[in-house]
């Protein structure tokens, strides 16, 4: 079943506890992004990245890294997660060039205390 | 750069009753646009879409929307909506780069 795989779902961790949530996609997507969604905000782009190694900075990238080092996944790394990172974050892939449409994962709850 | 305006924060509808959800967008070229769905508890999912052609775009669950180019506006409507169409509506436009930028969202219930 072609599909965006987040992990975990859920997590709660402490403030300054380096974390990393996973994504992978099984489509051969090129395009595969990170967005953040907070209530009244809706969704807000974090990094995005069209190929291996090509990364970039969205709308609110301070405090979180990306690595795209190989075509199928796409984690996002908090360093030093602060609890203004609580929130709900959702990684999504597309291909390149046909804009067929962001597939999405089924979202990672993250609450930092 | 492209940005996406949707005007209806909260939408509180009977069943039965028609909805019409705004989307305005801004971009200098051609644009892609796009509606998401996303239901209680779930992740986001693709209604429909307009890359090009009929600037009326059918989607699943009787949902459509009009391109109207001239006012770069990108509505959704469903002539009757349902208790299960309680849901997060989303605007996005892509532009050249065919990274999405998404609306605020609007969120719609539907009571029985």
């Known amino acids: 079943e072609a599909q965006v795989t987040q992990n975990p779902r859920y997590l709660i961790t402490v403030t300054g506890k380096k974390l990393t949530v996973t994504c992978s996609q099984n489509m051969n997507h090129e395009y595969m992004s990170w967005y953040r969604q907070d209530p009244g905000l809706g969704l807000r782009q974090i990094y995005y990245s069209m190929n291996v190694e090509v990364t970039d900075k969205g709308d609110v990238p301070e405090g979180y890294k990306v690595s795209r080092k190989e075509k199928r996944n796409f984690p996002l790394i908090l360093e030093s997660p602060s609890p203004n990172q609580t929130s709900l974050y959702f990684c999504?892939?597309?291909?390149?060039?046909?804009?067929?449409?962001?597939?999405f994962g089924s979202g990672t709850r993250l609450t930092v205390v | 750069a492209q940005s996406v305006s949707q005007h209806n924060h909260h939408v509180i509808l009977s069943e039965a009753a028609s909805l019409e959800l705004g989307c305005n967008y801004s971009?200098?070229?051609?644009?892609?646009l796009f509606w998401y769905v996303q239901y209680p508890g779930q992740h986001l999912q693709l209604l429909l879409k307009?890359?090009?052609?009929?600037?009326l775009v059918k989607g699943i669950k009787g949902f459509e929307a009009e391109f109207i180019k001239s006012k770069f506006s990108f509505n959704l409507r469903k002539p009757s909506v349902q208790w299960s169409d309680t849901a997060e509506y989303f605007c996005a436009v892509s532009g050249g780069s065919y990274i999405p930028t998404f609306g605020r969202g609007t969120s719609l219930i539907v009571h029985p």
């Open positions: 971009y200098g070229g051609t644009v892609n």
């Open positions: 999504a892939s597309s291909l390149q060039g046909e804009n067929y449409g962001y597939t």
């Open positions: 307009y890359f090009s052609g009929d600037p």
